[in-house]
């Protein structure tokens, strides 16, 4: 069985799904994916239940293997893509890639949750709150609350889907693997997820774990986390988890 044989496999694939929103996953297509931060293959998954694309960014051989190395992403197309300083989504995507692709296999589930899962327009809607001075508390109740369970219910199918054993899950948020195990995945240990110091990342960063959790950015606005894992900068020697 090879990566490329699970699209067969999958075809006609529909179970009862997973978690409160029954979400089911198929495997759709699967190719090469040469990156910058090293060789790996993409592999397309389609819910079934209401057409959304995720994708897994696959390195090294990882099906039937045991503690693989996966890392869950959230989309973020500002950070992600656009480079926003807004949130350090591209940070630890990026440091999530070059990180998995020195190890001899690894995992990385883009899931596409933008905006805490409810959207790229209420995300920007938000961040326009936030302009206007609106603090992380009430910009987060125009945000909406993320559906977590959602999250980790179509991982833990794609997961499944990819035959993986046990994962090692690159995280600073023990919580995460709580909820992955709920449904039904085996965690068999945590890689703490470490980014290493930028000029970008530097000054806010260390603003953020000195206002108590809060991000506060050059201009003083507050942030919102994007994604579910608290910082932790290289030698920074501020550790903001637990702060919240
Ligand atoms: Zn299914
Ligand atoms: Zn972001």
């Known amino acids: 069985m090879t990566l ?13 799904g997973v978690g409160p929103q029954r979400v089911c996953v198929r495997v759709v297509s699967v190719a090469d994916l040469p990156t910058r931060f090293g060789r790996f293959r993409i592999v397309a998954f389609e ?13 090294g051989d990882v099906l039937d293997a ?13 950070g992600d893509a656009i480079g926003s300083l807004r949130c350090d989504c591209r940070d630890q995507l990026e440091t999530a890639l070059r990180r998995l692709a020195t190890m001899e296999r690894g995992l990385l589930f883009y899931l596409r949750q933008e905006g805490r899962g409810i959207g790229l327009i209420n995300k920007v809607r938000a961040y326009a709150l936030q302009d206007r001075g609106l603090d992380t508390v009430e910009a987060n109740l125009a945000l909406g609350f993320r559906d977590d369970e959602r999250d980790y219910a179509i991982a833990a199918h ?6 993986i054993v046990s994962v090692r899950l690159m995280t600073n948020n ?11 995945v085996r965690v068999t240990d945590r890689i703490p997820h470490v980014i290493p110091p930028n000029e970008h990342n530097r000054f806010y960063l260390e603003t953020k774990a000195a206002r108590s959790g809060h991000w506060i950015d050059f201009h003083g606005k507050p942030h919102l986390e994007e994604q579910a894992d608290p910082v932790v900068v290289e030698g920074s020697g501020l550790e903001t988890s637990g702060t919240h």
């Open 47 to 59: 819910n079934n239940r209401d057409g959304k694309e995720h994708v897994a960014i696959v390195h």
């Open 66 to 78: 045991e503690d693989v190395p996966t890392r869950l992403h959230s989309e973020c197309l500002t």
């Open 174 to 184: 023990p919580k995460k693997i709580a909820q992955l195990t709920q449904f039904g």
């Open 158 to 163: 794609m997961i499944e889907s990819l035959d």
């Open 4 to 16: 490329d044989d699970l699209v067969d496999r999958d075809r006609d694939h529909d179970c009862v």
